[in-house]
């Protein structure tokens, strides 16, 4: 290496050689010591040896506590025995290998590192349940709270071994987690590790706490454990389930409708509530949720789908006749009052949306002739809401006028050529 600086040696502004030991003279001065060069190379390259095998002996360390950190997590007894015998030559005790993993095992697990970082802490969770140091329990609960779905069932799996016969089995420490009201974080984990057991105990277990969860702050837990009963059909859960109809949080009470929608005409006893609900809930997707659970209930159609159809009928050529709309009413009007609590619901979700004279028609139409007193109210609503739709309150107007069918119908048809 070349660099031109002052010689420290004599002081001249000369190109200097570099040397061993950060000596840097200039040529006069080197030709003045005579050095003899071989030596120099010989030394220099002693000391490069010397540094790489001092950095290969630190890669083979770092390699083999790496892998005996690893294989602390298997099942067999003798390879991790040979795992703790491999990290004490190196001079890692059991407690320097339990503050070791304590480190790795992080404390807010996202979820959102690669699939090696996530196998890595799996295996020092189970690791850290290996070692056997009843320690690490405070730890791993601590973690439990923020870990990954990835990570959890690890954890869980670690903590049933620091503590035989505390629990019955991986549905009994998720059960206990759910009655801790201290937990609410990883009361996420144990609503879905329940579900997912596929355990026989697990639809019990979900109807059980459903009203401590209900009581929660964070809802989340509540709403989880309310679809996973609902994808059981759990009847057990029928009774907690018409008190989460009361819930403050519109997910919840539509989650709980659409649960109890699913148990068909077991959860005859949540008739009354639902109809409640229907008459005052101002939400649409949940008050399509409770329509819904009533029809399953109560073995009814689905009105939303018969009225779907009348509608497309009654749309599906370009020139809408006014014969086509007459009978479309008249189909919808043959179902009886049965059909009226749909269209009322219909006419509270739908009224700000964008939907076309044909659809107001049938909807207006059809509630005219089932002639019910709740649904001349729900049309006086509509007719009187200023921000509703133009067609919505035009033709709820006109049923409540008894214009039927309207006038305007016909300045729309063309007639026939």
């Known amino acids: ?126 690791a850290l349940g290996n070692l056997g140091l009843i320690e690490a329990i405070p730890h791993l609960l601590e973690n439990l709270a923020r870990a990954s779905d990835r990570l959890a069932p690890a954890i869980v799996t670690a903590l049933l071994r620091l503590q035989p016969g505390k629990y019955r089995d991986e549905v009994d420490f998720w059960g206990q987690m759910l009655r801790d009201k201290q937990q609410v974080v990883a009361r996420h984990h ?43 059909k759990e009847q057990r859960a029928i009774s907690p389930l018409i008190r989460a109809l009361e819930h403050k949080n519109p997910d919840i009470r539509s989650g709980a409708a659409d649960a109890l929608a699913t148990l068909g005409p077991a959860a005859l006893a ?31 159609p689905d009105w939303a789908k018969v009225f779907e159809d009348v509608l497309w009928s009654v749309e599906r050529s370009h020139v809408i006749r006014e014969l086509h709309l007459s009978s479309g009413i008249e189909s919808l009007s043959a ?4 059909i009226a609590p749909y269209l009322i619901s219909v006419t509270k979700s739908e009224r700000y949306r964008p939907r076309g004279w044909p659809f107001w028609a049938l909807v207006c139409g059809a509630l005219a002739n089932v002639g019910s007193d709740e649904g001349v109210a729900a049309m006086t609503d509509l007719k009187n809401d200023e921000k509703a739709c133009k067609h919505a309150r035009e033709y709820a107007e006109m049923a409540l006028a008894g214009e039927w069918p309207p006038d ?10």
């Open 190 to 232: 144990a609503v879905t590790c329940v579900f997912r057991s596929g355990d026989q105990r697990a639809g019990g277990i979900l109807a059980e706490v459903l009203p401590e969860l209900l009581q929660d702050t964070d809802s989340y837990a509540a709403g989880l454990a309310i679809y996973y009963l609902g994808e059981i």
């Open 408 to 417: 305007s119908v016909n300045t729309r048809v063309e007639q026939p050529r």
């Open 270 to 300: 949540a008739v009354p509530m639902l109809t409640k609900l229907l008459k005052c809930e101002a939400w649409p997707e949940v008050t399509k949720a409770v329509q819904h659970a009533i029809e399953r209930i109560q073995d009814q």
């Open 1 to 126: 290496m070349k660099k031109r600086m002052k010689c420290p040696n004599c002081g001249r502004n000369w190109v200097f050689h570099s040397r061993p030991g950060g000596d840097h003279r200039c040529a006069y001065c080197l030709e003045q010591l005579n050095p003899n060069w071989e030596e120099l190379e010989e030394v220099q390259e002693e000391t490069i040896q010397e540094i790489l095998r001092k950095l290969d002996e630190r890669h083979r360390s770092k390699w083999t506590i790496s892998r005996s950190l690893q294989d602390l997590a298997e099942e067999d007894p003798a390879v991790r025995e040979r795992a703790l015998a491999a990290l004490d030559k190196l001079g890692m005790s059991k407690r320097q290998v339990f503050d070791r993993l304590c480190e790795e095992l992080p404390e807010h697990d996202t979820g959102d590192m690669d699939v090696d970082q996530n196998d890595r802490r799996t295996a020092v969770a189970l």
């Open 335 to 338: 179902h009886g009052p049965g």
